[in-house]
C-alpha cells in the first residue's frame, strides 16, 4: 500500500504525505548540509566500485553494458516480459495464471456470492475474503493447503462506490469496511478449474478488527497498554493494516501491523496527541474509515492507550481455527512490513524487519532462548533484544542494542516506543523498508527500500536527519533500491556485517546519472519502487513493486507493478510478471510440491481505470492468482 487515491482525488498522495500534512516535520535541512552530503555521496560510490559490487553509477551507457550476455544467469527458467500496461496478469510464455480467490468471495456456502450492486454487508463481509490481500503464505497440512492472506486496508472508492459519492452512508457501510480488514485463512484445492477455496473447510475464518487476541513479551500489561475496554493491558480486540508476513521454524504465520495509524480519529479534528503517537503519525483527523463513529475504541481523544496497543507482529496458528492469535511485542512497535524469521546457527531465532516510514529504521530481534523441533516456542518470540541497524557509508556496519542501558528507556517502553529507542541510539534513517528476504543459501539478507523522495531533504517524523550516503545513496530517491548484508561469521546474532546494494532501479532511458540504475538495470528490465521481497528454496530473490505506473516522464518504459526475478550470484535481474492496471503485486507463495507460485494482485483500479479480474464493467476485485507452467513441471 501505497497511496491515497481515494481520499485526495487531485493529488496523488502516499500515506507518508498525509502523515507529514497532519504532523508538520521540523524544518527542512538547510542548504549547505544537503550540498556537503552529495559531495560526500560521491566519494562513497566510488568506494562501492572499488569494493566490486555490482552497483556501478554511472553513465546510461554503462549501466546498459556491465553485465554481459555470457555473464547472464542460466538459472531462470523463464524468458523475460515486457512491461506494459495491460489490464490483466502477463506471465512468461509457456506459463499460465488464474485466479483463486477475490476479495468478497465466501469462505461458507451460507454466505451470498460477492454482489457487485451492494458490495456486501457486514455480516456477509466478516465471514468472506478480505480486501486487499498482501502478505499470504500457503500451507502444507497432510493432504490439505491452507493459505493465510493479510487484507491490509480497503481502497474506500472502490468498497464504498456504490454509493453516489465513494463514501459511507451508513453505519454498516463503516462495519463493511472494518471487517474487510485483518486475515483470511482459507482452504485451497486443485480441481478441475484450477485452484479455488474449499467452502465450509474446518480452517477456514476471518480474523478481523474485532477478533480477541492476546498480548504477549515485554509490553504486555504495561499501563500504556491498560484501556477501558481492556484495564489488564494484554488482552487486544483485532489486528488491521496487516501488511507483510512471515513464518516461523514451528508453522505459524506472522502477520505485520503497518499503518495502524490512520484508523484512529477525534470528534475535534485538531486534537493534539502526545508527542509518542505523533511520532506514529497519529492524530484526531484520522484516513476518513470512519471507525471512531461506530466504535470508540478508535477515538484517539477519549482512548489514546488504544493506538499502543497495534503496530506489532501478530502470530497465528493456522490449522487451529478456534486459537488466539497473539500480539508479539518482543518484536517491536513500529509500521511492520513483514517479518523474516531465520534460525541461527545456534538455535537461537532471529527476525529481520523494516519500519515503512521515509526515515525510519531497519531491525532485528534475537531470541534468547533457542529453537528445538517439537520443543515449547512460546517464548521464541517474547524474550529477547531488539537491534536497530546503523550503516557506515565505506560498506560495513553494526547493529545497535535497544536496552534500558543504550536508550534510557525501561524495557516495555522501548518495545512500545520502538522508533523512540532508535532514534536514541543513532540508528541509521532508510529509504523506507519495506521487506526483508533471508538467503536460504547463504547467510546474507536483502531488505527493499522502495523510495524515499525526502530522502537529502527533510527529517524523519522524529526529526532525525536524512543525509544521503550509504545505503541511501540518492538525494530525493524516486527509485528505490535493495540492499543486502552479510553477518560478521555468518552469525546472525553478531552485531557486525559487511552490506553492498543489490541493486539500484532506476531508468536508463531517461538519465545518464546515478538515476539511471545500478549496472544491472536496462532498458529491458527496468522497474521502480522495489516492495516485496521473497527468496524461493533455490535462492533466487523474487522481487514486486509496488510503484509510480503512470509510464510517463522518470517512469516511461516501466509499465505497470510487476514482479522480477533476481540472481544473487550474478546480479541478473529479468522480469517475470506484470500486473494489471492500478494494482500493486504483493506477496508469494509457492505449493509444496512448486508447481503452483501463488501471487497477491492487490488494489487494481485504486483509481478508477481497472476491471481485473473479471473484466467488462466488472468492479476491481483485489485477488490471488495461482501460476502454473503448461508442461505442469516445477517452477524455477
Ligand atoms: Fe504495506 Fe509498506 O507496504
Ligand atoms: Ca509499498
Ligand atoms: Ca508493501
Given at each position: 500500500m501505497d497511496t491515497l487515491h481515494d481520499f485526495h482525488k487531485d493529488e496523488e498522495m502516499t500515506f507518508d504525505d498525509y502523515d507529514e500534512i497532519i504532523n508538520p516535520k521540523p524544518q527542512d535541512n538547510d542548504f549547505d548540509a544537503v550540498i556537503e552530503r552529495s559531495i560526500s555521496r560521491r566519494g562513497f560510490l566510488g568506494g562501492v566500485l572499488a569494493m566490486g559490487s555490482v552497483v556501478a553509477i554511472g553513465s546510461a551507457t554503462t549501466a546498459l553494458t556491465l553485465i554481459s550476455a555470457e555473464a547472464a544467469s542460466k538459472r531462470f527458467g523463464f524468458e523475460a516480459v515486457s512491461a506494459n500496461t495491460t489490464d490483466a496478469i502477463t506471465v512468461p510464455k509457456g506459463y499460465t495464471s488464474h485466479v483463486v480467490s477475490r476479495w468478497g468471495d465466501p469462505l461458507f456456502s451460507d454466505v451470498a456470492e460477492f454482489?457487485?450492486?451492494?458490495?456486501?454487508?457486514p455480516e456477509t463481509q466478516a465471514r468472506a475474503v478480505g480486501d486487499n490481500n498482501d502478505g499470504m503464505s500457503v500451507f502444507a497440512d497432510g493432504d490439505r493447503d491452507i493459505m493465510v492472506l493479510n487484507?491490509?486496508?480497503?481502497?474506500r472508492s472502490i468498497i464504498w462506490g456504490n454509493n453516489p459519492d465513494g463514501k459511507p452512508a451508513s453505519d454498516a457501510d463503516i462495519a463493511k469496511g472494518k471487517a474487510a480488514h485483518g486475515l483470511t485463512v482459507a482452504e485451497v484445492k486443485q480441481g478441475a478449474n484450477g485452484w479455488e477455496i474449499v467452502k465450509d473447510s474446518p480452517v477456514n475464518r476471518r480474523v478481523t478488527p474485532d477478533t480477541p487476541i492476546d498480548i504477549t513479551g515485554p509490553a504486555a500489561g504495561h499501563n500504556l497498554l491498560?484501556?477501558?475496554?481492556?484495564?489488564?493491558?494484554t488482552k487486544a480486540l483485532g489486528t488491521w493494516n496487516n501488511c507483510g508476513n512471515g513464518e516461523t521454524p514451528w508453522g505459524t504465520y506472522l502477520a505485520c501491523e503497518e499503518n495502524f495509524n490512520g484508523y484512529f480519529s477525534a470528534?475535534?479534528?485538531?486534537?493534539k496527541v502526545s508527542d509518542e503517537l505523533a511520532r506514529y503519525g497519529v492524530s484526531g483527523k484520522g484516513w476518513g474509515y470512519g471507525w471512531a463513529k461506530i466504535d470508540e475504541r478508535f477515538d484517539v481523544a477519549k482512548h489514546p492507550n488504544e493506538a499502543n496497543r497495534v503496530g506489532y507482529v501478530v502470530e497465528l496458528d493456522p490449522r487451529d481455527p478456534n486459537s488466539t492469535p497473539k500480539k508479539r511485542t518482543g518484536l517491536g512497535r513500529f509500521k511492520h512490513e513483514n517479518a523474516e524469521v531465520v534460525l541461527n546457527a545456534d538455535g537461537r531465532v532471529v527476525v529481520y524487519m523494516g519500519d515503512d516510514e521515509r526515515g525510519e529504521f531497519l531491525y532485528k530481534f534475537v531470541s534468547d532462548g533457542v529453537y528445538a523441533e517439537g520443543g515449547d516456542t512460546e517464548a521464541l518470540l517474547d524474550e529477547g533484544t531488539l537491534f536497530a541497524a546503523q550503516f557506515d557509508d565505506t560498506g560495513s556496519g553494526r547493529w545497535l542494542a535497544l536496552t534500558p542501558e543504550t536508550t534510557g528507556m525501561t524495557k516495555p517502553e522501548i518495545h512500545i516506543h520502538s522508533r523512540q529507542a532508535a532514534s536514541k541510539v543513532g540508528a541509521t534513517t532508510m529509504d523506507r523498508p519495506e521487506w526483508v528476504a533471508a538467503n536460504p543459501l547463504k547467510a546474507e539478507i536483502y531488505c527493499a527500500l522502495t523510495n524515499n523522495k525526502n530522502r537529502g531533504l527533510k527529517p524523519n517524523a522524529g526529526g532525525d536527519n536524512t543525509p544521503v550516503g550509504g545505503p541511501n545513496p540518492r538525494e530525493a530517491n524516486n527509485y528505490g533500491q535493495i540492499v543486502r548484508w552479510r553477518p560478521a561469521n555468518g552469525d546472525h546474532a553478531s552485531p557486525s556485517f559487511t552490506w553492498d546494494l543489490f541493486v539500484m532501479a532506476g531508468n536508463p532511458t531517461v538519465h545518464s546519472?546515478?538515476?539511471?540504475?545500478?549496472?544491472?538495470?536496462n532498458a529491458g528490465n527496468m522497474f521502480n519502487s522495489p516492495d516485496g521481497l521473497i527468496f524461493d528454496s533455490k535462492g533466487l530473490l523474487w522481487i514486486q513493486t509496488d510503484g509510480n505506473y503512470t509510464n510517463e516522464d522518470d517512469f516511461a518504459g516501466q509499465g505497470n507493478n510487476q514482479m522480477l526475478v533476481g540472481d544473487p550470484a550474478s546480479g541478473e535481474i529479468r522480469r517475470f510478471l506484470v500486473g494489471p492496471n492500478e494494482a500493486e503485486v504483493t506477496g508469494m507463495s509457492f505449493s509444496a510440491d512448486r508447481k503452483t507460485l501463488f501471487v497477491g494482485i492487490q488494489h487494481p483500479g485504486e483509481k478508477g481505470n481497472s476491471n481485473w479480474p473479471e473484466g467488462g464493467d466488472a468492479v476491481p476485485r483485489s485477488s490471488v492468482v495461482a501460476i502454473q507452467r503448461e508442461d505442469g513441471a516445477a517452477i524455477g
Open positions: 454482489d457487485p450492486a451492494t458490495r456486501g454487508t487484507n491490509e486496508y480497503t481502497n491498560k484501556t477501558a475496554a481492556d484495564p489488564t493491558g470528534e475535534n479534528e485538531d486534537h546519472d546515478a538515476y539511471a540504475g545500478s549496472a544491472n538495470i
